[in-house]
C-alpha cells in the first residue's frame, strides 16, 4: 500500500468527500527515514523529474561547528529528541536532536533523513 499526502477521506466534521479522481503521482509520500548512530550507510532513490534524492540510514560522524568554523566529530550518543522521547533509546537523530560527540554537547540543525549529513551547533557549558 502507498502512501498518499492527499486530503483525507473525510471531513473535520466525519462526512465523507466525494471522490472525484483517482490518486496521483505527485500525491506519492514515503516512509521515514529514520537516521540511526553507526557506520556511514546512504540510500538513493529516483523522485519525481528523473532526479535523486540521497538520505542517510547511519551515520556516526557529525559536523559541529563551535561559533568559529566546523570540524568532524564522533557522535556517541542521541541525549535528548524533541521530535519524539522514545527515540533516545532508539538513538534516531533528527532535526533538534541534542548528541553527545567528542567536542561535547550539540544540537543538530540540519535534517538527516532528507539532507544526507548530519550538521550540528556546538551546545556552551554553563
Known amino acids: 500500500m502507498s502512501i498518499s499526502q492527499y486530503r483525507p477521506k ?13 490518486k496521483r503521482k505527485f500525491e506519492l ?3 521515514a527515514n529514520n ?9 538513493s532513490i529516483r523522485v519525481l523529474g528523473g532526479n535523486r534524492k540521497s538520505f542517510l540510514l547511519t551515520s556516526d560522524i557529525a559536523n559541529v ?3 568559529k568554523k566546523y570540524s568532524k566529530s564522533k557522535i556517541k550518543a542521541v541525549l535528548e529528541n524533541s521530535a519524539n522521547r522514545h527515540f533516545v533509546r532508539r538513538n ?28 550540528a551547533v556546538l551546545l556552551k557549558k554553563e
Open 10 to 22: 473525510r471531513k473535520v466534521t466525519g462526512g465523507i468527500y466525494i471522490n472525484f479522481r483517482k
Open 29 to 31: 509520500g514515503s516512509e
Open 35 to 43: 537516521t540511526r548512530v553507526g557506520g556511514l550507510k546512504k540510500k
Open 65 to 67: 561547528f563551535d561559533g
Open 92 to 119: 534516531i537523530i533528527t532535526k533538534g536532536a541534542i548528541i553527545d560527540t567528542e567536542l561535547g554537547k550539540a544540537k543538530v540543525v540540519s535534517r538527516p533523513g532528507q539532507e544526507s549529513v548530519i550538521n
